[in-house]
């Protein structure tokens, strides 16, 4: 059959431009010397919001200080979707970069008609646009006589690498002063004219019903406004913060509950996982041209628990209503995405729902922030048009927003009589990694299923193999291995709610996919960095391996209690490249003394910035690793507190040091869930090379080890 | 309703409110100051750190009356805009964040140390923020901001 041959690649505007191609929808220049930049996604403390600025100014050749950045909200911003994934520098930065060439070239354009020269002899400084002699006009003077409510058109050429002058040069977030100074900046500490406080009760049973409740204690409290009942969701509206308090305890006095449902047997994860009905999904199949003869097969088992995304601020949301029209404040991470599911459940067109950011803490994934921007414009309907702030509690943070999903995941690998690997066989049991709000049919808020006619709960399901992935998030192997066969089996029921949290599958699979590798170059008595090198084709991957071995002096002398490790991965398979040693020492418990990286990013527009996430992510993953996990009994979450639910303090924070390599040519990548698959892998291989034991059930305590050394 | 008379931020106040209402509700709620913050109300995170006397505390488990006629400092006392304490430079200068929503609390702990030990060590770093939490992981910069700190206040 005869194809018509494709068009020699036609030129396309980057997908998030394409999606929102009005200029002025991006960028706006004022008359008195400022642009202001309005860019989909959010910040969450991921420094992305200085990141866009540097890429814009850069582009536009103007100061970083004239540079205004708008919060995204429904009523002005382009719709970028969600900022997650680590891809908001690629998208929205992609975006914006075409999107500030062509309005560069535009007003570049008009002052050449204007001084009535040719374009070619113009410089633009700091947006001073000058020409030959003393002609000179600005992007300023230029404001209003230029249009940008014009789409964009593909095939403008950014600047080249070389003559960008900020991006790629490391400067300081442009968030961090009000912070430091204690300046009003998060949603927590906004107060809106008239504003009252409301609070929610939830049950601690798992998905127990609101059978009856008694009102008479809570009405008592001052400053009461109004209690809120729909079916199992219940609260209470008051003047004050205090008062809220007081009448939610009041209310929880006067709520008859039902039973809970049945959760799982925490200490039996694995065969809870693979129990449950599942759906079951081909992710990778690679087959051999000709197959080695097996002269031995391993096979090992893997678990992650539940983890918590255990915000330090509790989430937190305002709502106004005025008729039938409602206003909304939020740390989510999709004003547009958390609209279409307010929407769902309010029953109302989306016209009528504006959904502004505010920052919140970092939330490391769908934490709660949605739920309470719910529950907040569902109490605010009793608030006669007064705004309305709902903040959960911290018990409720750990105890009723998603969790990463628990993981168990067996891998098998055949060996010929050298013990080089000939078939590569990976499997994984786990529930969906990702339940976000405004993707599905059905909302995906807490509240929404607890009303009186409630909206089915949604079972969390996986981004496609294109997007990364969920539970098989970095599950094919980046490794060169004859072949291979990847699965994963998604649970369709769900008792412990899950969504996504940094990396999806991807700490998990990478921790197992590395762990066994370390296990299998050692059985050889190969040096388990030479192992990884000899089974990559890949040189970027390659790149990062060499440099975090150089950098941390592979291997290090062996002592007695101190053992060494190393984990690679590429994160999604298409994002960042990053490899990680990690120096370990076992005492009374493991400590992590040291983490060595190397991270390949592509361009690096805020090198410092990329450093401080890949730190933060790497001491975030030996928190995982060492300390977390959701803890349960059949009928309730345990693990309410920090007491309870543990995470790394300062005095067990490991010495992080990290390398970037720059690539000034490729396409920039996130960098904040990077670290976390191989840190894991890096610590649990130290470990064995302390002790000489594998722990391959996360995280990696005392008990953990004691039950690994049993077993071997 | 009882009164309580402590300084904040130096300055002579006279609240009334239950004297058993935590410091954190009476700062935030009734006095509008929203500088420390609310993590867990109990004691566990440092969030909520204020300085009273010269020890950093977490104001959210300390009742009104256990500050009487004591002197309490907030972060919106620590440095502002014109003058920041050597501390929020060095915060600055390091970058030494992420979100940032645990901040307050860190400097107002990171304050009370340098009082009590103007040339601190590392280890000794760790130890006063000990009690803070970083859900972000920015603990390393921390420190190393602490320490810079420290050693341009000895300079001056
Ligand atoms: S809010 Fe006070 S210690 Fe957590
Ligand atoms: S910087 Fe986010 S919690 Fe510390």
């Known amino acids: ?258 039973d809970g449902e049945l959760l799982p047997d925490e200490n039996d994860l694995a065969s809870f996982l693979k129990a449950q009905p599942s759906e079951s999904t081909v992710i990778g199949k690679k087959t051999a041209a000709s197959s080695g003869t097996v002269a031995r097969t391993i096979r090992r088992q893997y678990t992650r628990p539940y983890l918590a995304h255990a915000s330090i601020a509790p989430s937190c949301a305002m709502a106004q209503w005025d008729g039938d029209r409602v206003h909304v404040w939020t740390h989510s991470q999709g004003v547009y995405l958390l609209r279409a599911d307010l929407a769902l459940v309010l029953n109302l067109p989306v016209e009528n729902i504006t959904v502004e950011h505010l920052e919140g803490a970092g939330c490391y994934g769908h934490n709660a922030a949605d739920d309470v921007a719910l529950d907040a414009v569902l109490l605010a309907k009793s608030a006669g048009g007064r705004p309305v702030r709902a903040q959960w509690s911290r018990q409720g943070e750990m105890s009723d927003a998603p969790f990463g999903a628990a993981m168990a995941i067996e891998i098998e690998v055949d060996l010929d009589a050298r013990g080089e690997i000939i078939d590569w066989r990976h499997s994984i049991w786990s529930n969906g990694h990702a339940a976000r709000p405004g993707r599905a049919a059905q909302p995906a808020l807490l509240a929404a299923f607890e009303l009186e006619n409630p ?93 975090v071995a150089a950098r941390a002096g592979w291997k290090p002398e062996k002592l007695p209690g101190i053992g060494h490790g190393i984990g690679f991965g590429r994160y999604k398979n298409t994002g960042a490249y990053c490899a990680a040693i990690a120096e370990i020492e076992s005492a009374e418990e493991i400590s992590v003394r040291k983490l060595t990286l190397a991270v390949d990013v592509g361009e690096a527009i805020n090198p410092d910035g990329v450093i401080n996430q890949i730190e933060g992510g790497a001491i975030q993953a030996t928190s995982w690793a060492l300390k977390e996990r959701v803890r349960f009994d059949r009928e309730r979450i345990t693990s309410t507190s920090w007491t309870e639910y543990p995470i790394l303090r300062f005095s067990e924070v490991p010495d992080v040091k990290v390398e970037i390599i720059q690539r000034p040519d490729m396409d920039p990548v996130g960098a904040g869930e990077a670290a976390h698959g191989p840190v894991t892998a890096a610590i649990a291989n130290a470990v064995f090379d302390a002790l000489g034991v594998r722990v391959r059930d996360l995280p990696i305590t005392r008990d953990r080890i004691i039950a690994a050394m049993d077993l071997s | 309703m009882p009164s309580v008379r402590f300084r904040l931020n130096g300055v002579e106040l006279e609240i009334d409110a239950d004297p058993d209402r935590s410091l954190l509700d009476i700062l935030r709620g009734h006095l509008g100051m929203t500088g420390p913050h609310f993590g867990c109300g109990a004691g566990e995170c440092g969030a909520c750190n204020v300085i009273v006397g010269d020890r950093a505390i977490s104001a959210c488990d300390t009742p009104l009356w256990s500050v009487a006629d004591k002197d309490v400092t907030t972060i919106e006392g620590l440095g502002t805009s014109e003058q920041p304490h050597p501390l929020q430079r060095a915060f600055i200068a390091e970058q030494a964040l992420q979100c940032g929503y645990c901040v307050s609390g860190i400097l107002m702990s990171a304050a009370a140390l340098l009082r009590r030990n103007p040339s601190p060590i590392s280890r000794e770093v760790k130890e006063a923020l000990d009690r803070n939490l970083c859900r972000c992981g920015s603990h390393n910069r921390m420190v190393r901001a602490v320490l810079r700190a420290a050693e341009e206040m000895a300079a001056e």
């Open chain 1, 1 to 258: 059959m005869n194809q018509p041959a494709p068009a020699p690649s036609a030129p396309t505007l980057p997908v998030s431009l394409a999606a929102n191609p009005k200029l002025s929808s991006w960028l706006k220049f004022s008359s008195s010397g400022e642009v202001t930049v309005s860019p989909g996604k959010v910040e969450i403390g991921q420094g992305i919001v200085t990141a866009l600025a540097q890429i814009a100014a850069d582009e536009l050749d103007i100061d970083l200080a004239r540079v205004q950045m708008i919060r995204a909200s429904t009523a002005v911003s382009p719709n970028e979707g969600v900022t997650s994934g680590s891809l908001s520098i690629q998208q929205s930065g992609r975006a914006l970069r075409h999107a500030c060439a062509e309005i560069r070239q535009i007003f570049l354009r008009q002052a050449a008609e204007r001084l009535g020269v040719g374009i070619d002899t113009l410089h633009i400084e700091d947006g001073i646009i000058s020409g030959p002699g003393n002609l000179r006009t600005s992007y300023w003077e230029l404001a209003d006589e230029v249009s940008l409510d014009r789409d964009a058109t593909p095939g403008v050429t950014p600047k080249i690498a070389t003559s960008r002058t900020l991006a790629g040069h490391s400067v300081q977030r442009i968030d961090i002063p009000d912070k430091v100074l204690g300046r009003p900046r998060f949603i927590h500490d906004r107060a809106l004219a008239g504003m009252l406080h409301g609070r929610v009760l939830r049950p601690e049973h798992a998905r127990a019903q609101l059978r009856e409740l008694n009102e008479d204690g809570a009405r008592a409290v001052a400053g009461l406004v109004a209690i809120v009942r729909d079916g199992s969701f219940a609260g209470v509206v008051s003047e004050t913060e205090h008062g809220a308090e007081v009448a939610l305890n009041a209310l929880r006095k006067g709520a008859t509950w039902s």
């Open chain 1, 455 to 547: 909206f089915p709960r949604m079972v969390s399901t996986n981004p496609p193999q294109a997007n990364g992935g969920g539970g098989d998030r970095n599950s094919v192997p980046l490794y060169d291995f004859p072949s291979w066969h990847i699965e994963s089996h998604r649970l369709t029921t769900m008792p412990i709610r899950t969504s996504a949290l940094r990396t999806l599958g991807g700490q998990g699979n990478v921790f197992a996919i590395e762990s066994i590798l370390d296990e299998i170059a050692a059985e050889r008595g190969e040096d388990p960095v030479a192992f990884r090198l000899r089974h990559l084709r890949d040189e970027r991957a390659k790149d990062v391996i060499r440099a």
